[in-house]
């Protein structure tokens, strides 16, 4: 079992950033950023996989970074230019198979609690 406990949402204004943290409770090699909208489906935002491949959804590239610190089990997501549009559930979630693409939420086995991020223009 591993338990995601994630950190770092908040309130900003179109533009700003947040950096949101995921700290695992031992390694694991799959994890990646969701998040949900209200009255939306929950999308990828970016993964980060075994041998530090990374992915990104379309609307963040270029203004969301991800990043693993393999030495404390902690996974961030640094936002940059954020977008009224971007306001929603962050989930971190996890995966003992390590590969699995940002398009597979549903394979994905352990989720965190959620952190709220909102934006407003």
């Known amino acids: 079992q591993v338990q995601l406990v994630e950190s770092g949402g908040g309130a900003v204004q179109a533009g700003g950033s947040l950096t949101l943290s995921c700290a695992a409770s031992r390694y694991i090699p799959c994890m990646g950023w969701f998040r949900q909208a209200p009255g939306k489906e929950r999308e990828g935002v970016a993964s980060s996989v075994s041998a530090g491949s990374t992915s990104y959804a379309d609307s963040v590239k270029g203004r969301f970074t991800i990043r693993k610190d393999i030495a404390n089990n902690t996974l961030y997501l640094t936002m940059n230019s954020l977008r009224p549009e971007d306001t929603a559930m962050y989930y971190c979630?996890?995966?003992?198979?390590?590969?699995?693409?940002?398009?597979?939420?549903?394979?994905?086995?352990?989720w965190g609690q959620g952190t709220q991020v909102t934006v407003s223009s």
């Open positions: 979630a996890a995966d003992l198979r390590p590969l699995l693409p940002l398009s597979a939420d549903h394979m994905y086995t352990f």
